[in-house]
């Protein structure tokens, strides 16, 4: 028997954790697992939102029959076809082949191009409501939130907003399922490394989508991945908003890459003269020791990021190098930067980042830094002035 779990009248939870996966997207660390959450409507009429990765559809399967027994499912509401979500769609139109399939003009041809699935498709626009009996849903068109044909689904008899990746994280789901049963600050966290790594690039269209999300009496949040925010859905909802204006905390991360020390001997010292100056919030980080993407989320968090290097023929050292691409790519704005390193002849570490300095066209605070072969007095003295001045500007800032 599966844990069987309402999350509202009519509404269950028929997620599965995936503790077996490492790299997310055969990428991003899954140190605490992901889950993947689908939701069931038992109403006169069968509703399941979004499916589960194809590594659990026999688990998936199972929990559906449990709740309907020999009923049928009627709908299968597809907010968003990536393939963890998607995966186990095939099987679930085997188990019900006469199940409509619900999505935007845009779903369709996911559909067919991974599945070969032409048929039972059920089309829906932007406001457009289905009736299951008691529950009625509307669907929201939020493109790019963030694949083409994503929307989100509100339930308008519970007030359960279906948001698919919008609003979710990574972390299995170990026995709390709502953000009121389990350690909140740890999903906050995985939740803004999901938003930043995943999510964030497409911050313009986050913030259409809240606009148009901004009517509803939400209730709650249903997401696919991470927990189901029922305590108070807004303040997930105004961290979004936080996250897609670029809004940041009183902060600084400093990141480094080094072989042999003399950079990250710099990086500390640094740290110490910016704590010293009244800023509690300092990360600092080993490029090559903690993933990029735990860097970004922290990027995301905090207001200056300092980055430094060792020359590594003739450049960026290359674990900081991939952290400068996702940054890159990630579209943040409005961070200060400022820049350190060490070389032992004609550089390229520092060189490199100045040059992804003015690429991304953030403030730069203070002159960049570069010692050779190890930091002397004449570079910890300018540490020392770079870290004063990095203090100052957010203590000024944020006291305001
Ligand atoms: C494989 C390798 C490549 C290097 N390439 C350069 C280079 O292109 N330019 C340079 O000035 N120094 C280069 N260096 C020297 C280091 O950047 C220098 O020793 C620096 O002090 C190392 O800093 P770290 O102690 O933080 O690793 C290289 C060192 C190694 C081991």
Known sequence: MNCRLSIREDIHWIGVNDRETTLFENYWPLEKGVAYNSYLINDE?????????????????????EIIGDRKVDY???NHMEPDHSGSMLALLGAYPDMKIVGNKKTFPFIEGFYGITKNYYEVGDGESLDLGKHKLTFYLTPMVHWPETMMTFDETSGVLFSMDAFGGFGALDGGIFDDELNYDFYEDETRRYYSNIVAKYSPMVQRSLKKLAGLDIKMIAPTHGPIWRSNPSKIIDLYDKWSRFEADHGVVIVYGSMYGNTAKMADYLARIIAENGVKNVKVFDASKTHSSYILSEIWKYKAVVIG???YNTKVFSSVETVLAKLG??????????VFGNKSWSGGGVSGIEAFVSEIGWEKIGPSIEATYS???VEFEALNALGKEIADRLNNEYDK
């Open 329 to 338: 790519n990630s579209g943040l704005k409005d961070r200060y930067i400022s």
């Open 309 to 311: 290097s060792c020359a």
């Open 76 to 78: 299968l509401i597809v």
């Open 375 to 377: 930091p002397k007095d």
């Open 45 to 65: 009429k069968i509703a399941i939102l979004d499916t589960v990765k194809f590594n659990k559809t026999t688990e998936y399967l199972e929990k559906i029959k």
